[in-house]
């Protein structure tokens, strides 16, 4: 009965459920959904303990999205190397599967597009922009909805950037932002934000710089105020470089929601961030 609040904070735009509704999550969908929801939350030791037992549970399914779902989260902490793995036993899980579509993309073409996104996104940050570029391509072709149409702006954006194109960075931002602006889903608009935020300023046009510092403004808004963790502090990171005035106010930010992000995080998760170039290491 939790389904529709959980999916809801998961995808749309309702509340963060109270911590009764995750820890009751029953079904197994049920508990995706609560990890998806509890990794938004920065929780990633609770994410970790639902997703790991998914990936064991028998449903194939369930069992590819949740292993991407734990790369992600391995990714917002800087694990790029240690999440590789879990995206490609996700699309191996997935390869073969067939399914009803499910309107989020918790169906057999979203769980293959998740994989292969987490795929380019992890070989991106490995310095492997060619296939980074191929695995974005197949992930395309997954038709899959509108939840990779999102996350494939975001990499595409990523790539670009990476690759030194800021300009040829901006469609696949506003692909995303517009995407998750239209589907109304809160936390892909904040993160889609940032993306277009940084996509814009690294275009290097005029007009970019007010229209960067007020989606960044938006975005550290919408994640302090809806609790958003896992968003909350690289916002701050990115309005650190947007504001230099207040750079020092919102690195203090950022060292505050990181402190009480790793307290949350698993042993994994919290070797991950130490190890990681992308994260500031709080009091450091």
Known sequence: MHEPALRAAAFGSGPLPAPAVTRGAVSLRERLLAAVVLGAEGRY?????LLDALRRAGDPLLASLAASTRASHLRQLGGHRRARPLDGAAFATAAPLESEPDPDGLDAAGARADALLGLAADNLALGRLTAARRLAGRARAEDAGWRAEVRGGWVGAEIELAAGQGAD????AERAWET????????HTVKSGIVLAVALRAAGAPD????SDDLVGNAMATAEECELLS?????ALVAADLRPGHAEEYRFRVAQ???AVLRSADPCGRRVAGESPWVPVPGG
Do not use: D, E, F
């Open 45 to 49: 030791a609770a994410a970790a303990t």
């Open 169 to 172: 960075a901006v469609p696949h």
């Open 180 to 187: 998750a602006l239209a589907r109304g889903a809160r936390r």
């Open 208 to 211: 970019h710089r007010k229209i």
């Open 231 to 235: 968003l909350s502090w690289p916002a």
């Open 257 to 259: 929601v990181l402190h």
